[in-house]
């Protein structure tokens, strides 16, 4: 026996047409306008909580692992080489070294900039190798940046610090 194709058709309190504004005007579709207002807290953990209060006190502070000898910065509650808990919390210099730089000639949301931001990763001196954070520099050129070029923190001062990586306004050449 040979099934023929038969059309379907949806029922007569199923078939709908499009929503014109005057529909809702007219109240006759349910609309809600809802502003929300979503707030919300988070924690930085452990690691980057002690590291932050740090930062409000100037201070850079690393955990250290004793069985591969590496300090962290940005710190860590375990060595991710020896897995393992770290050992201790040790404090850094506020100096360090450019590993690498972008100048930008743009803000955050694509608007340009009356002057150029150089953003650059520093190692810091006392961590292990390529351990580092990415930051400003200030005070200095764009054409003057170079990597390997040595650099100190320029703090807030104590009153207006946060507990923030911006506790540290830039980083600034080390003459010399």
Same mark, same amino acid.
């Given at each position: 026996?040979?099934?023929?194709?038969?059309?379907?058709?949806?029922?007569?309190?199923?078939?709908?047409?499009?929503?014109?504004?005057?529909?809702?005007?007219?109240?006759?579709?349910?609309?809600?306008?809802?502003?929300?207002? +979503?707030?919300?807290?988070?924690?930085?953990?452990? &690691?980057?909580? $002690?590291?932050?209060?740090?930062? *409000?006190? @100037?201070? %850079?502070?690393?955990?250290?692992?004793?069985?591969?000898?590496?300090?962290?910065?940005?710190?860590?509650?375990?060595?991710?080489?020896?897995?393992?808990?770290?050992?201790?919390?040790?404090?850094?210099?506020?100096?360090?070294?450019?590993?690498?730089?972008?100048?930008?000639?743009?803000?955050?949301?694509?608007?340009?900039?009356?002057?150029?931001? +150089?953003?650059?990763?520093?190692?810091?001196?006392? &961590?292990?190798? $390529?351990?580092?954070?990415?930051? *400003?520099? @200030?005070? %200095?050129?764009?054409?003057?940046?170079?990597?390997?070029?040595?650099?100190?923190?320029?703090?807030?001062?104590?009153?207006?610090?946060?507990?923030?990586?911006?506790?540290?306004?830039?980083?600034?050449?080390?003459?010399?």
């Amino acid at each position: 026996m040979a099934v023929g194709k038969k059309k379907i058709s949806a029922p007569a309190y199923v078939k709908g047409h499009g929503i014109e504004a005057e529909d809702i005007k007219e109240g006759k579709v349910t609309h809600v306008e809802d502003h929300t207002d +979503i707030r919300y807290q988070f924690t930085a953990g452990q &690691a980057i909580s $002690k590291f932050l209060n740090g930062l *409000k006190e @100037g201070k %850079i502070l690393a955990t250290k692992c004793n069985k591969c000898r590496r300090v962290m910065v940005p710190p860590r509650m375990f060595c991710e080489l020896c897995y393992r808990p770290i050992d201790e919390w040790v404090e850094l210099e506020d100096t360090g070294t450019v590993e690498t730089f972008s100048i930008s000639y743009i803000d955050p949301d694509a608007r340009p900039l009356d002057e150029p931001e +150089i953003v650059a990763v520093i190692s810091i001196d006392g &961590a292990s190798p $390529k351990m580092g954070i990415l930051h *400003k520099l @200030g005070e %200095i050129e764009p054409d003057s940046v170079y990597i390997g070029m040595k650099v100190k923190a320029v703090w807030k001062p104590p009153e207006e610090r946060e507990g923030m990586i911006t506790d540290i306004l830039y980083w600034k050449p080390i003459e010399g």
